[in-house]
């Protein structure tokens, strides 16, 4: 039988380590895929599996995914947020690829774009204050 493993896309400096340790109690072997796994301390200090992938790319988190599916059971895939929510909507899109409960990518995505979300918001009939999108510096003005 196959080692559970719950993957991680990117970690948190404050925080991924709870989730490591939420995992380990749950019996589960956690795998950090990070574009720069050296940015988190705990990896290394607690013994974490980590993997250098590029977390923009999503064929090829998907490639790692699939790697690590052929010798653990992927028991969930989770991300984390910092200056880029784009993590969560990458995570929901590895969730359905790998049929695992996760978000819905669309949704993520349509909650962290503002002007996507306006959009939305308008076309349901909530009042919004009135936007523009700016392009350029002279949009700005």
Excluded: W
Excluded at 55 to 84: K, N, P, Q, V, W
């Amino acid at each position: 039988m196959a080692r559970r493993a719950l993957i991680l896309v990117e970690g948190h400096r404050s925080i991924g380590l709870l989730y490591v340790q939420a995992a380990q109690r749950l019996g589960l072997h956690t795998i950090t895929l990070s574009a720069d796994p050296t940015q988190y301390d705990y990896l290394a200090a607690e013994g974490v599996e980590a993997i250098q992938v590029d977390t923009d790319d999503l064929d090829a988190l998907i490639h790692e995914c699939s790697r690590l599916g052929a010798t653990y059971d992927i028991a969930g895939i989770a991300g984390f947020t910092g200056s880029d929510e784009s993590v969560c909507a990458t995570v929901g899109k590895l969730c359905r690829h790998f049929d695992l409960p996760g978000p819905n990518p669309a949704s993520i995505e349509g909650c962290y774009d503002k002007f996507t979300q306006r959009q939305l918001l308008e076309k349901a009939g909530v009042p919004i204050p009135a936007y523009r999108v700016a392009t350029d510096a002279a949009g700005v003005e």
